[in-house]
């Protein structure tokens, strides 16, 4: 044991902290569960035209309520495309997948 003026050949020990953690935490849509047109909201792909295609989302991992599912833009579902196309196959009455969409997307194959 050294004496207290004395140096030991230990590693200093640091105190870690971890990075900081963002609140703004991004989740996954679970499943779309209607499609609408907006014409309150305009578009701002689209020169802001008015109406606004809109995806009601339920989210993964995020408690049911008032924000959960929710009405999202489509330009904010380019994420779940897979989940935008079946939807809109399996529902072909409802508003039509949006023209800007696969642009969004980077798919080629995106239905339109």
């Known amino acids: 044991d050294p004496l ?3 140096q030991t050949d230990k590693e200093p020990s640091f105190d870690v ?3 900081d953690v963002d609140d703004d935490t991004d ?3 679970e499943s779309i569960l209607d499609v609408r047109v907006n014409n309150d909201e305009r578009d701002p792909l689209l ?3 008015k109406g606004l295609l809109q995806y009601l989302c339920k989210w ?3 408690p049911e ?3 959960n599912p929710s009405w999202e833009p489509y330009m ?3 994420g779940a495309s897979d989940l935008v196309e079946a939807y809109h196959n399996a529902h072909p009455t409802k508003p039509k997948l949006h023209k800007k969409f696969k642009s969004l997307t980077g798919k080629q194959d995106a239905v339109v």
């Open 4 to 6: 207290p003026d004395q």
């Open 17 to 19: 902290q971890p990075p």
């Open 27 to 29: 989740y996954a849509i």
């Open 47 to 49: 020169r802001n035209r």
């Open 60 to 62: 993964k991992d995020y």
């Open 65 to 67: 309520g008032d924000d």
């Open 76 to 78: 904010n579902v380019v």
